[in-house]
Nanobody, 128 residues
Framework: QVSLVESGGGLVQAGDSLRLSCAAS????????VAWFRHVSGEEREFVAA????????YYSDSVEGRFSISRDNAENTVYLQMNSLKPEDTAVYYC?????????????????????WGQGTRVTVSS
């Protein structure tokens, strides 16, 4: 079992960039598929991006494709989410989540139920 801690959120202007980090501890990190989700009050949790165990495959929602980039450094037990060209609609609490299950395509990694470990979240606010 792993524990996850997100960091890097903050308040920025539209068009700016931010990098979020998800630090893991507890067991071998390269056994886990990792994803980022975001949540706005009153809305369902939304998939943002995911990365395979080795980092060779990445997945993105249509709303962030071309602007966000997910990466991982397994030696440091950390997954990153680089967010560029931020928009006000990106404002949310961002969570990282992990599963021992492998990645089986975009539709599969967007499902919430396989992820049984979640961080506490980090808040991102983008002003217009």
């Amino acid at each position: 079992q792993v524990s996850l801690v997100e960091s890097g959120g903050g308040l920025v202007q539209a068009g700016d960039s931010l990098r979020l980090s998800c630090a893991a501890s507890g067991r071998a990190f390269d056994d886990y598929t990792v994803a980022w989700f975001r949540h706005v009050s009153g809305e369902e949790r939304e998939f943002v991006a995911a990365i395979s165990r080795s980092g060779i495959r990445t997945y993105y929602s249509d709303s962030v494709e071309g602007r966000f980039s997910i990466s991982r450094d397994n030696a440091e037990n950390t997954v990153y989410l680089q967010m560029n060209s931020l928009k006000p609609e990106d404002t949310a609490v961002y969570y990282c989540a992990a599963t021992l299950r492998g990645d089986y395509g975009l539709v599969d990694v967007q499902r919430r139920d396989p992820y049984d470990t979640w961080g506490q979240g980090t808040r991102v606010t983008v002003s217009s």
